[in-house]
Every structure is written in structure tokens, then in C-alpha cells.
């Protein structure tokens, strides 16, 4: 399965800070928001990721993540001119997917919570189709709604609807088969003028082919797309290593435990970081018989 992050948007509603910069470069806590992203991926074992981003900003994302050999994984970079919709990336992606099965994931969003390596296991079981995820929310008119059955087959997508049928939204991270390129070609603008993903969904749907995974109590999902959104998202972060302190999102740690990468390469990176809090945390790591 190949991996997708979707890092492009001008991520107009944080201006004046990304003014200059990508919004997924931005900080969240003691890391790029990237990371977080990343790290999902690779808890879900994807070890081929595209990362596609806008003409202005690719560069600094090879600078940052070069092509993965630090973490035992390889990226891949493609430009998106403009933010033509999330679709698009699978257009975008055909020559990177090939042959593959694909997750999308959107470079915005957190994710944490201790059960979410038992789902991607359960989900790479699943023999085509799609899944994405439905998180309880209080205001659901504010986001793609999904209502599903006892067995979590999909029964309706909603966009902001006045009057949802469930108070379970959709996050950022969907699980697709091969089909989702042709399906991606397929599709029309919206009115937005933009290729949508619920789109995408809505043909899986029609197939009876789309399958949710609730993210229950124990999981969070936060979206990062305001100022207020990105410091609760830090505090949230903050709050969760400085209490059990591990880490979240360390995608060297990460890379380490799934065996991408050896203890003294680990180290290394660790060594040149040794004088931030997040490098010591890897060293730390290879102390007191700490084992993946």
C-alpha cells in the first residue's frame, strides 16, 4: 500500500503566519505539523509516501524530509499547481500508486490514540472497496457527516448538512483500493470548482463498497486549520509527553520500533539533536534496555 499526504492549500484562514510559509511546515508543540501525518502512515506500515505540496513550497519539504533513507522509508514529491480539491492527488499520485492500494491522509490533521495500529491491521484485511472514519463530534452541521449501520457499512455522506443524520463527522485519512484513480478521473468540479473527495466516497457508496471505522473514546482527531485549533492541538501534545513522557509523532522512534531502522541509527539522528528536548527523548530511548 502507498501513502499520500496532501500538504498544499494556502491556508488562508492562518494568515498573516503562512503568508510565507506552508501551513504543514508550522510548528504543532516541538514538531512540524507534518509529522503528524507522517507518523500515522507509518503505524499504519506504509513506507512509500508521496507528499504533494504547492510549486512555492515543495522545496522546503525535500529540505526537511529529504527522500527517507534517515527513517528507512522513501518520499516522493509532486507539485499541485493550485488547490484544484483532495481528489486530485490521486491524479496527481497515478504513477506513484501503480498498481497499489492507497491512504490518503490530509496534512492538517492529528491523530492519536493507542488502538489505531490494531485498525490499520484490520482495514488491510479488508478485499476492496474504501474506508474512512467517523469521529463523534457536538457540531456535525460543521463537517462531512457519515451515517452508517450495525455492521458500519456506509448509508449516507453529507456535506455541512443543516440537519445531520449522525453526530459522526469524517476525518482526513481514507483507506482506498486501485479503482480510486479511475474513479478520481470520473468525477466533475463542484460548484467550488474543485475535484471533491466526497465525490470519491459517494462512488464507493454507490458500489456498497464503503466501509467506516469509528474512532471511539480513547482517540482524538483534531483539525488544525484555525489559530485556536493549532494551539490546543500544541497544548493537547504538551499535555500528553509531558504526563507519561512519549512521544507523539517522533517518527524516528516510530521508524525504530517497526524495524525501518537500526538502534545506531537512531542514534545518529539522536546525536544531532542531542541539544533539544526531542533529542535527548531518542537518545533516551536506547537507554535502560528500552526494546521495540
Known amino acids: 500500500m502507498k501513502g499520500i499526504i496532501l500538504a498544499g492549500g494556502r491556508g488562508t484562514r492562518l494568515y498573516p503566519t503562512t503568508i510565507s510559509v506552508s501551513k504543514q511546515l508550522l510548528p504543532i508543540y516541538d514538531k512540524p505539523m507534518i509529522y503528524y501525518p507522517i507518523s500515522i502512515l ?11 505540496s504547492s510549486p512555492e ?7 526537511l524530509l529529504k527522500d527517507g533513507a534517515d527513517l528507512g522509508i522513501h518520499f516522493t514529491y509532486k507539485v499541485q499547481d493550485k488547490p484544484n480539491g483532495l481528489a486530485e492527488a490521486f491524479i496527481l499520485g497515478e504513477e506513484f500508486i501503480g498498481q497499489d492500494d492507497v491512504c490518503l491522509i490530509l496534512g492538517d ?3 492519536y490514540g493507542q488502538g ?31 451515517e452508517f449501520d450495525e455492521n458500519y457499512n456506509v448509508l449516507s455522506l453529507e456535506e455541512k448538512p443543516k440537519i445531520p443524520k449522525s453526530k459522526y463527522a469524517v476525518p482526513g485519512l481514507y483507506f482506498y483500493d486501485n479503482k480510486v484513480i479511475e474513479f478520481a478521473k470520473k468525477i466533475k468540479p463542484s460548484s467550488r470548482g474543485e475535484l471533491e473527495i466526497t465525490a470519491i466516497n459517494n462512488e464507493y457508496l454507490k458500489r456498497g463498497e464503503l466501509k467506516v471505522e469509528v474512532l471511539g473514546r480513547g482517540f482524538a482527531w483534531l483539525d488544525t486549520g484555525s489559530p485556536s485549533n493549532m494551539l490546543k492541538a500544541g497544548m493537547f501534545v504538551e499535555t500528553i509527553q509531558s504526563r507519561q513522557g512519549l512521544y507523539i509523532a517522533c517518527i524516528e522512534e516510530i521508524a525504530w ?14 546525536e544531532k539533536l542531542k541539544h533539544t528536548e526531542y533529542g535527548r527523548y531518542i537518545l533516551d530511548l536506547l537507554k535502560d534496555g528500552d526494546s521495540k
Open 42 to 52: 507509518l503505524l499504519a506500515q506504509i513506507k512509500d509516501i508521496l507528499i504533494i
Open 57 to 63: 513550497d515543495i522545496e522546503m519539504y525535500k529540505k
Open 109 to 111: 490533521n492529528v491523530f
Open 116 to 146: 489505531l495500529t490494531d485498525i490499520f491491521k484490520r482495514i488491510k484485511h479488508h478485499q476492496g472497496g474504501a474506508t474512512i472514519f467517523g469521529y463523534q463530534v457536538n457540531n456535525p452541521e460543521d463537517f462531512g457527516v457519515v
Open 257 to 270: 520500533r517497526q524495524g525501518y531502522i537500526t538502534s545506531e541509527e537512531l542514534r545518529k539522528t539522536g
